[in-house]
């Protein structure tokens, strides 16, 4: 088993420009998440989806969107980035059990 | 609403122990974790505490948990420079919700 699989590992971006981050797990997973981790802010919550076909809004959804594809696939989607948005983003699935999310290896995003 | 609270920096020396503390605001909360983060990696559960236990053992991990006070620490026995990495508190308040994580703790452990 893979786990949890993002791509790209890094990007680069101008200001406006728009990206899709791919997240992926294999472990059948009902749940998944997109952080996005800065200096000494934690980790902080975008969006996640609780089950395949539903969605909801995190901490901080402003500028960003997501795809639940399949049971296996969520996507965060910029559509205008900015400075703001430079970060790292870890992609997170679970199957529901109370003390465990996978963790994917993150997206380091530079906006220029 | 939930809020977790970690000291930023801890250095120790190989072979020591080290203690990593927590705090945490909402009472409800049902479930508590310790998550890993080596350099360039992501993040990795090491341990967990449900609300209704005091305290867990796991080899080199001991977890304490003061309902009370709603402090939570993580002493790791015997500390190796392996263990250097930032450590994040979460909780949770059920198995099903989201996370909340504070902004972790940089652990720096030298020879």
């Known amino acids: 088993n893979a786990g949890v699989t993002q791509t790209p590992k890094f990007q680069v971006l101008k200001t406006g420009q728009s990206m899709t981050l791919q997240c992926a797990q294999d472990m059948n997973h009902n749940s998944m998440y997109w952080y996005r981790q800065d200096p000494g802010m934690g980790l902080r919550l975008i969006y996640y989806s609780a089950s395949e076909g539903t969605t909801d809004k995190g901490e901080v959804p402003n500028g960003y969107n997501v795809s639940r594809l399949n049971k296996r696939e969520f996507s965060l989607r910029l559509e205008s980035a900015a400075p703001s948005q430079t970060s790292v983003y870890f992609c997170a699935s679970t199957d529901g059990s109370p003390y465990e999310q996978y963790f994917g290896p993150g997206t380091r995003l530079t906006v220029t | 609403g939930e809020d977790v609270e970690q000291s930023l920096f801890l250095s120790v020396r190989e072979g020591d122990s080290s203690v990593i503390n927590c705090t945490y605001t909402?009472?409800?909360?049902?479930?508590l974790y310790w998550y890993k983060q080596e350099p360039g990696a992501g993040l990795q559960l090491l341990t967990y505490i449900f609300s209704n236990m005091d305290m867990k053992q796991d080899q080199r991990l001991t977890v304490l948990l003061n309902k009370k006070d709603k402090h939570l620490s993580l002493r790791i026995a015997d500390t190796q420079t392996g263990d250097s990495a930032i450590y994040f508190c979460a909780e949770s308040l059920s198995g099903y919700s989201t996370l909340t994580f504070g902004k972790g703790t940089m652990l720096l452990v030298s020879p």
């Open positions: 909402d009472s409800s909360s049902t479930y």
